[in-house]
């Protein structure tokens, strides 16, 4: 079977990071497995988990009041989940559902916020990670936004 | 010869063959010239003028047949007057078509290379002739890849198609919709995050383009990003023409006729006119 370490140092948003840094994210990290159909997290919840999706797909749910949930985005193999649980007041946004099943390994918010403050290298190092992926979010967001697709494209 | 002489102006008649309904708002007229010494031969990613009578001329791209089979394929979104009107015409009766006009996608050029194919909504139309001839010589290209967004699961095209490019030709089919509710268990989010998704080999890739302007131009940024080089980007520029032959200057981008030097452009000569309001 393979290590925690290793399974995180080939997902590619921890590509080419340096070995001590793994190993102490390694120590924040747990794996899991949804199974098709089951969320993830709530809207609302605490948000202490940042999910690094190893096989599986998960949709990003909102739910207009008095409407069926509507996804806005979906995020499978290679990406991530969730950044709530780096910026205050640490609350997730969507509801996060298991499209089918998915395998993640699980980050420990907190213990990674912890590993972070104390040492600021590594707190760089994840949020330009983290950033670029964050932007592309917004720049796939204003898209959806432009509705390119209707009648006056 | 009659044929030889008549204006590139002049539309001929062809008869509706069969109407395929694709989607809620868009069609396909599959058509055969009334004239039987009319060839229908035509390049992937060129267009005719179609002429709905009394009523007016819009440019509409080739969407087919596969090779060997009979016909000109046009998959049209009812958008407006003339396409409104192409959309009440029934089996048997008549269009007048000008064409094919236009520049080709680089299906020759291509060999030897994966191809990264981009289409969004309506933009998969020019495309597919370009796929089926990909998928006629198979074996010359490395992986090929579809990526494809719409706006919502029902407004995908050629659906019934998906699984023969994937399971025949092995082709990387990705699709996406930009909103969906949970029946869809697909992608949702644009069409450029599905770049990253994919596997191909950025350098030696051609990547063909087509949707709407502002699609496109996150696409190439994509494809950039991923280091796809420029020159083996191609892009289209649909805006509106009225002659389709160069003469009338109303689809003028830059220093290019969209009709008769488009409407398939390499993103590198283009690059400097693209995205830029006032052209
Ligand atoms: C080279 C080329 C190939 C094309 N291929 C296809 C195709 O395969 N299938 C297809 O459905 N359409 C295609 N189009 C677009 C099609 O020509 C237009 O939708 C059509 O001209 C609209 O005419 P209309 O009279 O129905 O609409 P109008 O009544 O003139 O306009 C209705 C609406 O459509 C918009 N519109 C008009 N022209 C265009 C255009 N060129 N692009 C986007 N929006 C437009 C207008 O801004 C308006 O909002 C192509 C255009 C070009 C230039």
Redesign the pocket.
């Known amino acids: 079977m393979k290590s925690l370490e290793s399974i995180l140092g080939n997902h590619p948003f921890f590509e080419n990071l340096a070995p001590e840094y793994l190993t102490l994210i390694t120590g924040c990290a747990s794996n899991v497995k949804f199974e098709a159909g089951e969320f993830i997290y709530r809207q609302d919840e605490e948000a202490n988990n940042f999910y690094i999706i190893r096989e599986g797909k998960v949709a990003l749910e909102v739910c207009p009041p008095g409407k069926k949930p509507i996804t806005v985005q979906t995020v499978s193999d290679g990406e991530i989940l969730g950044w709530a649980w780096l910026i205050p007041p640490y609350h997730c946004q969507f509801d996060a559902q298991a499209v089918e099943l998915t395998r993640a390994i699980v980050l420990d918010g907190r213990c990674l916020r912890t590993k972070c403050v104390e040492d600021h290298t590594l707190g760089y190092e994840l949020l330009s990670r983290l950033l670029p992926v964050v932007g592309r979010t917004m720049e796939a967001t204003r898209l959806q936004l432009l509705d390119i697709y209707g009648?006056?494209? | 010869m009659e044929t030889t002489m008549q204006s590139p102006m002049t539309p001929w008649p062809y008869r509706i063959e069969k109407v395929i309904r694709e989607t809620h708002d868009t069609f396909s007229l599959n058509v055969v010239p009334k004239d039987s010494s009319r060839g229908m031969t035509f390049n992937p990613g060129q267009?005719n003028m179609l002429y709905a009578f009394g009523v007016?001329e819009?440019?509409?791209?080739i969407?087919g047949p596969k090779p060997g089979e009979q016909g000109m394929i046009?998959?049209?979104?009812d958008?407006?007057?003339?396409?409104?009107a192409l959309h009440q015409l029934k089996k048997d009766q008549t269009v007048g078509l000008r064409g094919p006009f236009?520049s080709a996608w680089p299906i020759e050029e291509s060999k030897g290379y994966d191809i990264v194919i981009m289409a969004g909504g309506?933009g998969l139309?020019?495309l597919r002739p370009a796929l089926y001839a990909l998928l006629d010589q198979r074996d010359k290209f490395g992986e090929i890849v579809l990526l494809y967004g719409v706006r919502k699961p029902e407004d995908l095209l050629f659906t019934k198609e998906f699984e023969t490019w994937r399971g025949k030709y092995g082709v990387q089919v990705k699709l996406t919709v930009d909103t969906a509710d949970r029946e869809w268990r697909g992608n949702v989010g644009v069409v450029n995050t599905l770049i990253q998704r994919a596997d191909f080999d950025p350098i030696n890739t051609v990547a063909m383009i087509c949707g709407p302007e502002v699609m496109m131009r996150f696409a190439v940024s994509e494809l950039k990003r991923q280091e796809v080089p420029e020159n083996q980007i191609f892009i289209t520029m649909?805006?509106?023409?009225k002659c389709a032959v160069g003469f009338c200057g109303h689809c003028q981008f830059g220093p290019a006729f969209?009709c008769k030097d488009g409407?398939i452009f390499r993103y590198d000569k283009v690059k400097q006119f693209f995205g830029i309001r006032e052209i």
């Open positions: 009648n006056n494209d | 267009f007016g819009v440019p509409i791209s969407s046009h998959t049209i979104r958008v407006g007057v003339v396409t409104g236009g309506i139309a020019p649909e805006r509106n023409m969209i409407p």
